[in-house]
Structure formats: structure tokens, C-alpha cells
């Protein structure tokens, strides 16, 4: 609805409206995810939901608009009833860096879901939740600190958009909530450094839960959702569903502790584990979240040659 939506969502759309998008290329990327998809539900012996987050840092904001834009479907009988709206193919990306990232959300539409996975620094941190309304979750959380500034950010954004534009949830059907872009509590993933190497970033094991209790206590614009990792690149690529990752193993027994601790259902906790090289070893432990870059967009660019 036109008069539900600002100014700035516009401009936006007329952005990714005229963003060039070469068609090899597209079928290309749709293609590579659909494979990674079927991948995913092979390895899901369980049958749960398990969340795909192409991560598109250091790709075009082209790529991402051929994803997200909607594909067309299979064809239906005459007889069918009329198809429901058409969805978006992929809404879920990841980004590593706070400048690329805001550069990419003025540019794209508003009902992607980003996801902020690389290095976070504490004064990025409230630019970062309050000027991107649609970033859905922030999943390298390591400090006390970066949590307040996120929460400052967040707050600032949820204080503004419920004073200044109606909430249009009375005049919204059921159908348009999978594109809603009212922004929300932002979603919090904790990152553990699972591996204990020096070099990682994230909290170690047991510092966790006090850091967990302090979202659940102080910061009332953030969801507490899980917790991520990266983990050894060596102990990756010795990942296979026969072959227990380490890393995988601390994060579960994280969750485990941290739900104890917290009184909560260990259900109400994520895990974010798995990138290209071991994703179906990690949903074979127990991953939820996925986070897929090169085997979808193909090998990155240096840092320096990235174009948005
Ligand atoms: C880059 C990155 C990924 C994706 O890595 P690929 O090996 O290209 O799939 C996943 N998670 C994090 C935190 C990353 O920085």
C-alpha cells in the first residue's frame, strides 16, 4: 500500500528497479542455490527448519536483487486456484561489513532479511541497528559493550518509526507479513569462540551466559536468539556427516549450559553453524542456520577491488 510506505522505501524500489541484472548470471545464482537447498534438505534427517543466509559480502548488490526478486513457478492447471502473491526467492543474506552493508540496504529492497555475520566493532555498533531497519539479526555479538550500543541504536529506531508513521497492521492481510517491513526487536546471536584459537573473535565458552543475561536484562530492543561460530578452517574441512566437528560440539554444549542456566528451553536457542566447506556436517549436528557464500556467489574479489 502506497500510503504506508515513506519516501525513503521509494527511492529504494526505483534503485533496485533499475539495477541492471545480466539473466546468465541470475539463472546462474538461482541455479547454485537451489543445489545448496536440495543439500541442506538431504542432510536434514530430522526435518527441521533450517535457515539459508547467502553471504553476499564483497558480491554486487546485483547478485542480490536476482535472488531476492521473485522466480517464476512452476505451471499450474487452468483449473487452480488464482497463485498466492509471488515470494521472494531468497531473503535471507549476509553481510561482514558495516559500510557495504549500508550501502546495500539504501540500495535494495526493504524486505530482504540482513544478517550482520563478520568483525563488529563497539562504534559501529548503534549506526549499524538504527539506520538499517530491515537488518534482522546481528549474529557476531561478543561484548557486554557492543550490546548496549546495538540496544541504544535499536531503541532509537523503534522509538522513531511508532511515532511517525501509523503502524498499518490493521489494514496489512496475513499474506503480506513474510515481506513486513516495520522494524523489530533486533535479533541477537552470540558468537562463541569455539576453537580457543587466540585469533577469533567471540566470547569463550564460559562467559556466555552473563553475557545472555544481560540482553534478557538490559536491553529490551534485543531478542536473545542463539549463538554462532566459526570455527578452526582446519577442523572444517576434516567435517564430513561421519566425522564430528569439535567446534559444533562446543556450541551445542554452550546452548546446553546457557539454557540450564536461563531456566529456558533449549528449543528457544539457534545454533548458526556451517559455511560452504562443512554445512552438512554441522546441520548433522544440529545446525539451524546455515551461512553460504562462495558456493553460491563463486571465489570473492580482494577487499579493494569489491564493487557494490
Ligand atoms: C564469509 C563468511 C561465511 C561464508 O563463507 P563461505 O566459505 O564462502 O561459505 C560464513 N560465515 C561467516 C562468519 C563469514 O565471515
Known amino acids: 500500500m502506497a500510503d504506508t510506505q515513506n519516501a525513503t522505501n521509494n527511492n529504494e524500489n526505483e534503485s533496485a528497479e533499475t539495477m541492471q541484472i545480466n539473466p546468465q548470471r541470475a539463472k546462474q545464482l538461482v541455479e547454485n542455490v537451489t543445489a545448496i537447498t536440495k ?9 527441521r527448519n533450517i535457515r539459508l543466509i547467502a553471504v553476499s559480502k564483497l558480491k554486487p548488490a546485483s ?22 502473491p509471488a515470494q521472494p526467492f ?3 543474506f549476509g553481510e561482514n561489513y558495516v559500510q557495504e552493508l549500508l550501502e546495500k540496504s539504501r540500495l535494495l529492497p526493504r524486505s530482504i532479511r540482513w544478517h550482520f555475520i563478520g568483525g563488529l566493532q563497539s562504534n559501529k555498533c548503534k549506526q549499524l541497528a538504527e539506520q538499517i531497519p530491515n537488518l534482522w539479526c546481528v549474529s557476531s555479538v561478543d561484548s557486554i559493550k557492543k550490546c548496549n550500543e546495538l540496544e541504544k541504536g535499536r531503541k532509537a529506531l523503534l522509538s522513531s518509526s511508532s511515532s511517525s508513521s501509523p503502524s498499518p497492521t490493521t489494514t496489512t492481510t496475513s499474506s503480506s507479513s513474510s515481506t513486513a517491513t516495520e522494524p523489530d526487536k533486533l535479533r541477537i546471536m552470540v558468537q562463541i569462540n569455539t576453537s580457543g584459537e587466540e585469533s577469533k573473535s567471540g566470547v569463550e565458552p564460559a562467559d556466555a551466559l552473563p553475557l545472555c543475561q544481560h540482553i534478557i536484562n538490559n536491553c529490551p530492543s534485543l531478542h536473545l536468539a542463539g549463538f554462532m ?4 578452517i582446519a577442523r572444517s574441512h576434516a567435517t564430513t556427516p561421519e566425522n564430528e566437528n569439535e567446534d559444533f560440539v562446543a556450541l551445542r554444549r554452550v546452548r546446553a549450559d546457557v539454557a540450564k542456566g536461563l531456566g529456558w528451553d ?10 560452504s566447506a562443512d554445512f552438512e556436517g554441522a546441520i548433522a549436528q544440529g545446525s539451524d542456520e546455515v551461512r553460504v557464500g562462495s558456493q553460491i556467489f ?3 574479489p580482494p577487499k579493494k577491488d569489491a564493487v557494490v
Open 39 to 47: 543439500r541442506i534438505e538431504a542432510a536434514n534427517k530430522s526435518n
Open 63 to 84: 547478485d542480490i536483487l536476482a535472488l531476492h526478486q521473485p522466480q517464476p513457478q512452476p505451471q499450474t492447471p487452468a483449473a487452480s486456484p488464482p497463485s498466492s
Open 90 to 92: 531468497q531473503t535471507h
Open 229 to 232: 561460530t566459526i570455527g578452526a
Open 266 to 275: 533449549e528449543t528457544k536457542l539457534e545454533l548458526s553453524m556451517g559455511m
Open 298 to 300: 563463486g571465489e570473492r
